[in-house]
Nanobody, 128 residues
Framework: QVQLVESGGGLVQAGGSLRLSCAVSGGDVSLYSVAWFRQRPPGKDSEFVAGINRSRNGVRYADSVKGRFTISRDNAKNMVFLQMINLNDEDTGVYYC????????????????????WGQGIQVTVSS
């Protein structure tokens, strides 16, 4: 059973940086498309932040994070990362790592309903 565990969240000042990590166990991350979603405030729908497909040459970002966030994966370590710079208070929220087994040739999904494996989430708080 594939499990995802996020780490690296916390409190940061506006303009600062954080790097989130998603450790994958129970499966080979190279087979999966992986994305980061966030929920802000608590109870609201999850918002797609960034995603990377299994071949690593397809990445997508929400417009609100383009140029500031970078998603990457290390298949050898079975991990996915989200580097976040120039954070602002709009980035505050609970960040989730999520994955699914893609159909070959289809573009990376950005809707949460497609992702069927989720981590427990991690809090990111940006103070202004």
């Amino acid at each position: 059973q594939v499990q995802l565990v996020e780490s690296g969240g916390g409190l940061v000042q506006a303009g600062g940086s954080l790097r989130l990590s998603c450790a994958v166990s129970g499966g080979d991350v190279s087979l999966y498309s992986v994305a980061w979603f966030r929920q802000r405030p608590p109870g609201k729908d999850s918002e797609f932040v960034a995603g990377i497909n299994r071949s690593r040459n397809g990445v997508r970002y929400a417009d609100s994070v383009k140029g500031r966030f970078t998603i990457s994966r290390d298949n050898a370590k079975n991990m996915v990362f989200l580097q976040m710079i120039n954070l602002n208070d709009e980035d505050t929220g609970v960040y989730y790592c999520a994955s699914y087994l893609p159909v070959w040739g289809r573009p990376l999904a950005t809707t949460s309903e497609t992702y069927n494996i989720w981590g427990q989430g991690i809090q990111v708080t940006v103070s202004s």
